[in-house]
């Protein structure tokens, strides 16, 4: 909060009584024994004696907790994506993002109605960007593309262990390969794929799988070449979905 510039342009006592209840048409800032005729928070000039000049505090409090709303909802945003490309990025399991998307969606449709309503004077560029952040985190909750780019970084030393298992080594324990701290790398029932695996139990979880040269994917019956949601039968045990990292590596859900 500014302190009160000095009372240069000041008023006679009977004005300033006539701004109780009044506020800043601008930012909702309580004119109330102001004794200047601009906003002390945001510079508006104003007519003490001009109603128009000037709003009522009862629907800028209302105002003003929706912009409070908004601003909230854009840091959130930040949040959100954030925190959601660096799971999605290190192999963080790709339901719960699914997840969290499915549970933003009602505070991203809010924020976009704030954006949309002549509430504040935004510039564009920050409009923009209030629309942009809460899309890109829901194309990394429904997509998971960060990590099919940081797997990709990663390819030529994962490429190297899984020569190394391919030829019988045992690698036993949680295995390090740069941002990524792996379960454990084996071959899938003695065939010729190696999987790296990423999250989850004994029982299943995301594997980074390696086939050998010349692999051919297989769709199930049941989902056929769509991008989301695909499932190929011939990569791993038990797959819930599959999803195509190119050059013979898949990302894939044992479960
Ligand atoms: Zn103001």
Redesign the pocket.
């Known amino acids: 909060m500014k302190s009160s510039p000095p009372a240069l342009s000041g008023i006679p006592e009977s004005s300033a009584s006539s701004l109780e209840g009044r506020c ?6 309580d004119l109330r024994g102001i004794t200047t005729k601009t ?1 002390p ?4 000039p104003f007519n003490p004696d001009d109603p128009r000049t000037t709003g009522t505090i009862g629907t800028n409090r209302y105002r003003r907790w929706l912009i409070g709303t908004s601003v909230l909802l854009y840091y959130a945003s930040w949040l959100a994506l954030l925190s959601s490309f660096v799971y999605s990025a290190i192999g963080g399991n790709w339901i719960l993002l699914f997840l969290l998307a499915i549970a933003s969606v009602p505070f991203i449709l809010l924020q976009f109605i704030l954006l949309a309503l002549p509430l504040q004077e935004i510039a564009w560029r920050r409009r923009l960007v209030g629309f942009l952040v809460p899309l890109v985190s829901l194309s990394i909750c429904v997509t998971n593309w960060p990590v099919a780019v940081s797997l990709r970084m990663h390819r030529t030393a994962m490429a190297k262990i899984a020569d190394r298992v391919a030829n019988g080594e045992v690698i036993s324990g949680p295995t390090r390969v740069g941002i990524f701290r792996f379960r454990q790398i084996r071959m899938s029932r003695g065939k010729d794929r190696v999987g790296f695996q990423l999250n989850g139990g004994a029982g299943g979880g995301m594997f980074v799988v390696r086939t050998p040269p010349g692999f051919v994917p297989e769709f199930s019956n049941w989902r056929t070449g769509f991008p989301l949601g695909s499932n190929h039968r011939n990569i791993w045990d038990n797959t819930n979905w599959t999803q195509n990292l190119g050059d013979g590596w898949f990302l894939v859900e044992q479960d």
Request: aromatic content about 0%; hydrophobic content about 20%.
């Open positions: 800043c048409i601008e930012c909702a800032h906003c928070e945001c510079g508006r």
